[in-house]
């Protein structure tokens, strides 16, 4: 063995581990950080087998091993991150109406706590004009800076704070039973209750900011987690007009966020749609979607779209959607089994349980 088979085979022994790490249940945030990268992985992954190509004479049987686990690794890595491609069937249908008869349209923006250019934002809240809008990371100050907003956006529930969990909630519709909880952790809140539709309808609403597994904020995903299933829980029983929107610190592909979805029946209208990353704003080939909005299947999707930076680490999520419920039967929902619905009740436990 020479010196650049060496050095291959080490580079392609690396590159498996991510994908061995993230097909276990450890929620060890060296583990579960893996869930992210997918694209990244799989590109990497396509470099090896080019290269292990070009360097291995095929002669060993260890040669044909270690390029047939990079195959298996990359049809893994693509398997997770295909419903998220152009080529995959869309989740969400297009509202196909002439007129737009009970439409909401809503912008979510992590605003990054330190960022003080609130110019940014403002002109794009402008831009949109959304029926609603969510930032996070938002502290006093942002609270401020959207004052003026306020004339036209009655309705709001504003949580400002210092610790890079704040958030403000602004809408035109009418609010009702809104509460700001703690579900998980004392100190990471969350919005719950109704927006009125123009049509008179109420559409349930969570908006959601999970700590995310990280050496710097949670050492494993279990809160994250725990917070995720609680809602879907929450949602199963009853998964019509239903909304939850944020970011959740979790990639759509991740294990977590496949089986939210399936519990609480709701839709992702990203599916067959394209990644809309949203972070990081810093470094372009490194880049995941963290930004959510998922809805029951009585919406159907008139517009969705990925913001201009607004000088935070996340680009904001524009969505517009329509109530449409005589499409509901020709929306798939993703199913859930009995071994997943066990799993999201354990984790609930296990978050209440790290929390006390």
Not at 25 to 51: E, G, M, T, Y
Not at 307 to 330: A, Q, V
């Amino acid at each position: 063995m020479n010196y650049l088979e060496i050095i291959t085979l080490v580079f392609n022994i690396l590159i498996c581990i991510p994908t061995l790490a993230s097909i276990t249940k450890f929620d060890h945030w060296l583990v579960r950080d893996f869930d992210f990268p997918r694209i990244q992985i799989s590109f990497l992954l396509c470099v090896n087998l080019i290269a292990a190509g070009l360097v291995y004479s095929f002669q060993q049987p260890w040669h044909f091993i270690i390029v047939c686990a990079l195959v298996i690794c990359l049809i893994y890595q693509c398997w997770l991150i295909f419903p998220y491609t152009y080529l995959a069937k869309k989740q969400t249908l297009k509202f196909d109406g002439k007129t737009e008869k009970a439409p909401i349209s809503i912008l979510v923006s992590n605003v990054l706590m330190t960022n003080r250019d609130y110019s940014r934002l403002i002109d794009l809240i402008k831009l949109k004009d959304p029926d609603v809008f969510l930032t996070l990371e938002s502290d006093k100050k942002w609270e401020e800076a959207l004052e003026p907003f306020e004339d036209d956006y009655t309705h709001s529930i504003k949580v400002p704070l210092d610790n890079l969990y704040g958030m403000h909630l602004y809408s035109k519709l009418p609010l009702e039973g809104m509460q700001v909880k703690y579900l998980i952790k004392d100190d990471i809140p969350s919005i719950h209750g109704y927006i009125k539709l123009d049509n008179g309808k109420k559409v349930r609403i969570h908006c959601l900011h999970p700590r995310p597994p990280s050496p710097t904020e949670s050492k494993t995903s279990t809160g994250r987690d725990a917070e995720l299933m609680l809602i879907g829980k929450q949602i199963e029983a009853d998964p019509s007009l239903t909304l939850v929107f944020g970011d959740l610190n979790d990639v759509a592909w991740s294990r977590t966020t496949k089986i939210f979805q399936k519990v609480s029946g709701l839709l992702d209208p990203r599916r067959g749609r394209g990644f809309f990353n949203t972070y990081s704003t810093e470094h372009f080939f490194m880049r995941w979607p963290l930004d959510h909005v998922f809805h029951s299947d009585d919406f159907t999707l008139i517009d969705i779209s990925r913001e201009k930076n607004i000088g935070s680490d996340h680009f904001p999520m524009y969505i517009k959607l329509n109530y449409t419920p005589e499409k509901t039967e020709e929306q798939d929902k993703l199913e859930v089994n009995q071994d997943e619905e066990d799993w999201a009740s354990k984790k609930v436990k296990d978050g209440k349980e790290e929390d006390s």
